[in-house]
């Protein structure tokens, strides 16, 4: 009850299906945190600043009051925050992809995308707050998903998804691509026996 509660709680302002809180606009000149990174070299060769996300998200003014507000610990000091690092923008430190979620469903609020600067200070340079969104790196681009609910959906079974992929361009994210998903809904009662499994071809 706890989970459905916090999911609720950005759903006033954002319609179903809607875009919610977004910004897709030039970066800011204004560092969000100091952080104090243990940096890793992955094969690339691009050096990877591991950062305190929490810290990253509760400091910065583009995240909405209520977010940081609600951003607490689910058990011990563990929070429900998601982060990972890539290329993104370019730049000489791998970008960070920041995803908040509630601690009961693990449904996504927030997904925040911060690029390195030269003096250690991390910039927002993506924000999108809205029910069940959730951000990933796929080869160099950012890629948003949100799951798509009408009155009667479950939380765990939503009626389908936006998948919207966007590209660095100079200093901003721009739109590249957006794909809609409808789910089945006829599927899924558990009760289906798989087939046993063939062996592969080959010529």
Known sequence: MAGLAAFG?????CSTGGTGTRDEG??????????TPSATTPPTGKSVQRVDAVQLVKQDPKVSERVRTDLKPCTGDEYPVDASYGTLTGGSSADVVVNVMTCGDSVGVGTYVYRARSNGTYQNVFTTEQPAVYGTIDRGDLVVTTQVYEKKDAVAYPSGDEVVTY??????FDEHDRVHNDFNRAVGNGEAEFPEPAEPTTN
């Open 26 to 35: 030039p970066a800011g000149t204004q560092p969000v945190a100091q952080v």
């Open 9 to 13: 709680l950005l759903t006033v302002s």
């Open 167 to 172: 590209r660095w361009a100079g200093n901003r």
